[in-house]
């Protein structure tokens, strides 16, 4: 698990853009070095060093070479200033589905469902005491409260704020907020992916998963039971997925050939669930 993830920062996508560009400019290199884009930029060493943390994260580029992956170029190249809602949606589902990032990880999939106001340090002190035996005392009362605010002002003051998940109180603690509504294709995307890394191998999902499990669509995108359901009747009947409800069944099953590129594909292709 990695605690110090963001570092602190609260992702900037105006320079998430500039990077990502400067990347695809030199797709042709096996491994692009943060020296090279930091000369190249005139961005700080450190802020590259966060941001391409959180651009890992994020999905957009593959770490240790920086190249970029395949969700990152369709980005760069149709959705460069991350105006497309179903790209901040895909790119929160990313990181807040992967336990390794592990305070942005309980933030959404625990906290988030566990109550409606936050402090910084109440819940510094309240989701992570498990963890403590793996950092440092120094690590812990220092850099673990920075993290948690890093995450909440990444949902309150940065693009992701337009997602609707939390805002700030006059106080300057948090409060849970109703969401926007995620577009069907990003919700798909994040179904497939879902089904991906918790069930490998698997072309079905008992429905209950969908919305109540750790890593659900449901559960990170704050969706419940009765609007998952309707997702997933819609995609159903755009011939994406098929619903199996007969004797015992209350389940999902995913159209062969129904990937995460397709998906990424169909958003940024300009085509729409029909």
Same mark, same amino acid.
């Given at each position: ?76 190249? &149709?959705?460069? %200033? !991350?105006?497309? $809602? +179903?790209?901040?949606?895909? *790119? ?6 992967? @336990? ?23 819940? &510094?002190?309240? %989701? !992570?005491?498990? $963890? +403590?035996?793996?950092?440092? *005392? ?6 673990? @409260? ?27 603690? !948090? ?100």
């Amino acid at each position: 698990m990695k605690l110090q993830f963001t570092n602190g920062y609260r992702p900037h996508f105006d320079q998430i853009t500039r990077i990502l560009q400067y990347l695809l400019a030199n797709d042709d290199q096996q491994k692009i070095s943060r020296k090279d884009i930091v000369d190249t930029l005139g961005i700080p060493n450190r802020q590259v060093e966060n941001l391409t943390s959180m651009m890992v994260g994020f999905g957009l580029v593959l770490p240790r070479t920086a190249n970029l992956t395949t969700l990152g170029r369709k980005i760069i190249q &149709s959705d460069p %200033y !991350f105006e497309n $809602i +179903e790209t901040l949606w895909i *790119v929160h589902y990313n990181v807040s589905s992967n @336990p390794e990032w592990v305070v942005w990880h309980r933030i959404i999939n625990t906290a988030m469902h566990a109550q409606d106001e936050f402090d910084i340090d109440a819940v &510094s002190q309240q %989701y !992570f005491s498990d $963890i +403590e035996i793996h950092f440092s *005392v120094r690590t812990i009362s220092e850099k673990l @409260p920075k993290e948690v605010g890093a995450v909440f002002a990444a949902y309150t003051r940065s693009d992701l704020s337009k997602l609707g998940l939390f805002d700030t109180e006059a106080s300057g603690r !948090f409060i849970k907020t109703t969401p926007k509504e995620a577009p069907l294709l990003a919700f798909l995307y994040a179904l497939i992916c879902f089904r991906d890394n918790d069930f490998p191998g698997s072309s079905a999902v008992n429905i209950s998963d969908i919305y109540y499990e750790e890593n659900s669509p449901g559960r990170v995108m704050n969706i419940d039971e009765y609007r998952v359901r309707a997702f997933l009747n819609d995609l159903h009947d755009s011939n994406l997925i098929r619903l199996e409800k007969l004797a015992n069944l209350d389940q999902v099953r995913l159209n062969e050939g129904m990937t995460q590129e397709v998906v990424i594909d169909r958003i940024y292709g300009g085509r729409d669930a029909s």
